[in-house]
């Protein structure tokens, strides 16, 4: 085992990675997909929709579980759990079993996310905070960005079937390293009133709810993932369809918007610990990816919707750093476990509603375009509850919120 807090950053990064790797897969295997089990886009939406429904539901149980067990713990029993669901989606011969395996598969992965948040909180405090968050959440845009080309040749070998077979590999050595190297949650991690011998004081998720400003990251998280949702699900669907670009090269076709995102990650990360009002320069930051999605659809050639789709997400993948940083900075570390559940619910709300709506204009209209607007007002409303919560702090001239005093 090791507590040198980077060696943990690096364990905690592999973790998500595969978790993007194995939650993203379907999205490149979807017009295969789509194609042998005769579903139109509004049925695959609902089968994007079920793994965010499982991932929900999860997320304020399993943040509570590493507040209570052990972030260790949790996550590794996480890690195995979605990589079986990871391989039973490749048995599955209807609709309707690929949407339960899809949502079983995200109760899994929802039992990481509270752990993984909880451990960097841990182990990261202050400047280090913001950089390692950003560092960290590198895996959302590059998972994808690895996944897409090669969930494209894997398929070109052994069929979308055979995906998710050999998807299980990565989870199951990923469970072994943290067990082996991943440090237990010791006395170093506790409160200073337990280490000093005074009696611990507990906090639960309505310590949380009670604040103004917990909502305010809540709704947006929520409505920035249906823009994030958005393009995750349906980038590789859009270009193949609306863009006619073959399946042998969508693989990179696909990944080129995640690698700007990578970019994004690191540069906000960078810019994150330099500005004084974070909550309103993502505001900001989610304006400008709006932009971006209005003239990815309104581009005249394919080439000009991938150049604008990857500016989208280097502004949208650019924001989880300092989102997440933000975030953790309201509140100490012995409730991150419940926080990280609470915002990621109202975020896997978000990405529910985000699939079954665009998939549903899609087949209403037969355009994506209805599909990019919905995503640009939702990234509207994010921009305005992110200024809100800088008039808060502004206001109370603080910028703790919890639980010294009550601003928020």
Same mark, same amino acid.
């Given at each position: 085992m090791t507590r040198n807090k980077w060696v943990v950053l690096l364990l905690l990064w592999l973790t998500y990675m595969v978790s993007y790797l194995d939650r993203v897969n379907i999205s490149t295997a979807g017009p295969l997909m789509m194609k042998d089990l005769n579903m139109d886009a509004d049925s695959f939406g609902w089968i994007l929709a079920a793994f965010t429904l499982g991932y929900g539901l999860m997320q304020i149980p399993g943040g509570m579980l590493a507040d209570r067990f052990g972030a260790k713990k949790v996550m590794i029993i996480g890690v195995i759990w979605w990589s079986i669901?990871?391989?039973?989606?490749?048995?599955?011969?209807?609709?309707?079993?690929?949407?339960?395996? =899809?949502?079983?598969?995200?109760?899994?992965?929802?039992?990481?996310?509270?752990?993984?948040?909880?451990?960097?909180?841990?182990?990261?405090?202050?400047?280090? =905070?913001?950089?390692?968050?950003?560092? #960290?959440?590198?895996?959302?845009?590059?998972?994808?960005?690895?996944?897409?080309?090669?969930?494209?040749?894997?398929?070109?070998?052994?069929g979308w079937q055979g995906l998710?077979?050999?998807?299980?590999?990565?989870?199951?050595?990923?469970?072994? $390293?943290?067990?082996?190297? @991943?440090?237990?949650?010791?006395?170093?991690?506790?409160?200073?009133?337990?280490?000093?011998?005074?009696?611990?004081?507990?906090?639960a998720l309505k310590d949380i709810v009670k604040y103004p400003s917990s909502w305010l990251i809540f709704t947006a998280y929520l409505t920035k993932s249906v823009a994030a949702?958005? $393009? @995750?699900?349906?980038?590789?669907? #859009?270009?193949?369809?609306?863009?006619?670009?073959?399946?042998?090269? $969508?693989?990179?076709?696909?990944?080129?918007p995640y690698i700007l995102g990578f970019f994004g990650l690191l540069f906000f990360g960078w810019l994150?610990? =330099?500005?004084?009002? =974070?909550?309103? @320069?993502?505001?900001?930051?989610?304006?400008?990816?709006?932009?971006?999605? #209005?003239?990815?659809?309104s581009?005249?050639?394919?080439?000009?919707?991938?150049?604008?789709?990857s500016i989208a997400s280097f502004f949208i993948f650019g924001a989880y750093g300092p989102f997440w940083g933000l975030t953790l900075?309201? /509140?100490?570390?012995?409730?991150?476990?419940?926080?990280?559940?609470?915002?990621? /619910?109202?975020?896997?709300?978000?990405?529910?509603?985000?699939?079954?709506v665009v998939g549903y204009l899609v087949k209403s209209t037969g355009s994506f375009n209805y599909g990019f607007l919905f995503m640009i007002v939702t990234l509207i409303v994010a921009s305005i509850a992110l200024f809100g919560l800088d008039y808060l702090k502004i206001k109370a001239n603080k910028n703790r919120a919890f639980p010294e005093q009550k601003f928020v």
């Open positions: 669901f990871t391989g039973l989606s490749g048995i599955v011969a209807s609709v309707g079993m690929l949407i339960a395996m =899809r949502a079983l598969f995200g109760a899994g992965e929802a039992l990481g996310t509270g752990s993984q948040w909880k451990m960097l909180g841990q182990f990261f405090q202050g400047s280090d =905070r913001n950089l390692a968050s950003s560092l #960290y959440n590198t895996a959302i845009p590059l998972g994808p960005a690895l996944c897409a080309p090669l969930s494209v040749w894997i398929m070109g070998k052994v998710f077979y050999w998807f299980t590999v990565p989870g199951i050595v990923i469970a072994i $390293l943290l067990y082996w190297f @991943l440090p237990n949650d010791s006395k170093e991690d506790k409160p200073s009133a337990v280490k000093s011998g005074k009696k611990e004081k507990r906090f949702w958005g $393009l @995750l699900g349906w980038i590789p669907t #859009y270009l193949n369809t609306s863009r006619n670009i073959d399946f042998k090269d $969508l693989g990179l076709a696909s990944s080129i994150g610990n =330099r500005v004084k009002h =974070r909550a309103s @320069l993502i505001g900001v930051i989610y304006l400008l990816a709006g932009v971006g999605l #209005y003239f990815a659809f581009a005249e050639t394919t080439n000009g919707s991938i150049t604008y789709l900075d309201l /509140f100490p570390s012995e409730i991150h476990g419940t926080l990280s559940g609470f915002t990621n /619910f109202g975020g896997q709300i978000g990405g529910f509603v985000s699939p079954l």
